[in-house]
């Protein structure tokens, strides 16, 4: 009942005082509208663009999404727009002021937003007051992005270049020593084929050659042959067949080596724009039928309160006056 009876009188109050609220309501949007408008607020529009990551992996737990964020997101993009666009000028922040770098990235901040979109995708907007300029820092930070990735990239796998190069020097000096020793038995000691030398050998060293050619047997380099391929053949066999190991296994290594520098050397982009930004043709803020719409709101409360108060304090007046 008591319910009821405030609703009655609230009902009364605004009644009573219709016109004054119906003039502080339309007082209020028409400043609203004043002061919403371009004379005081800055009117910006915005240019935004879709991406998806791509020819990237991530690192521990995180999806490519996340990690083009963080990448995003990062200080050297961020900078590097900054510098490209002259934001301290373009924002009207003086160099020389003592906070001129946290001002500058809040500025940014408030300006730029990247997040991640429910499909897995990055959404990148900005705001400015210029829409080509909005456009084009989008496609800075598309652009940056690629760049900061391929640097990130070249760093990791020019290590892994690097190592396949040292490794294939090893290598190459390995199978040079080798090389060296097998022509020195070659030349120096006649060890040219075992297996043909070695039955050879024995059928001079035994005189089990057929025809005339047995009567022309040079025993002494038979015998001397002999002594070497007894002295230095197992090394000779063994030097054979290591060559040929280490031969194979450079060629693998090179084959490595290669496809190492094939990904060092790759220039790929790692994105793929869903949707492009281009220069908007209608501004995004301010809203001003919106700020109209709670500034008269707004300012409804605020009388209303005003008016309750008038009334309760005159309310008091009557009471204390009846008393006496």
Do not use: C
């Not at 089990?208 to 040079?218: E, P, Q």
């Not at 450079?250 to 496809?259: G, H, I, N, S, V």
């Not at 001003?288 to 500034?295: D, Q």
Request: charged share 25%; hydrophobic share 40%; proline share 3%.
């Amino acid at each position: 009942m008591e319910s009821q009876f405030y609703q009655i009188n609230i009902l009364k109050l605004f009644l009573r005082w219709k016109y004054h609220l119906a003039v502080i309501v339309i007082l209020a949007a028409i400043l609203g509208a004043i002061f919403s408008g371009p004379a005081f607020i800055t009117p910006k529009f915005k240019s935004f663009a879709v991406v998806y990551p791509s020819n990237i992996a991530p690192y521990s737990d995180e999806s490519e999404t996340e990690q083009m964020l963080q990448i995003i997101q990062s200080k050297d993009i961020r900078d590097s727009v900054i510098k490209r666009f002259d934001l301290a000028m373009h924002y009207e922040i003086d160099s020389s002021y003592k906070y001129f770098y946290s001002t500058i990235v809040y500025e940014y901040s408030q300006n730029v937003r990247i997040s991640k979109t429910p499909y897995e995708g990055v959404n990148i907007e900005v705001l400015d007051k210029d829409p080509k300029v909005a456009s084009e820092m989008v496609n800075a930070i598309i652009e940056f992005y690629n760049k900061k990735v391929r640097k990130l990239h070249e760093s990791k796998f020019g290590e892994v270049v690097k190592m396949y190069d040292r490794a294939l020097r090893k290598k190459e000096m390995f199978i040079d020593s080798l090389e060296k020793r097998f022509i020195e038995l070659s030349t120096q000691y006649g060890l040219l084929d075992y297996s043909t030398q070695s039955r050879e050998i024995a059928r001079g060293y035994l005189r089990t050659i057929d025809g005339s050619g047995a009567s022309h047997i040079n025993t002494k380099e038979v015998l001397r042959l002999k002594d070497n391929i007894e002295r230095l053949g197992g090394e000779f066999l063994m030097l054979h067949n290591l060559m040929i190991q280490e031969t194979s296994r450079f060629a693998e290594l090179q084959r490595d080596a290669e496809k190492a520098y094939m990904d060092y050397d790759r220039k790929f982009t790692y994105t793929n724009v869903l949707t492009k930004p281009y220069p908007s043709d209608r501004k995004d803020y301010p809203i001003r039928w919106l700020i109209v719409v709670i500034s008269a709101i707004a300012a409804f409360f605020v009388a209303m309160i005003v008016i309750l108060v008038i009334e309760n304090y005159k309310g008091l007046g009557k009471k204390s006056t009846a008393k006496k």
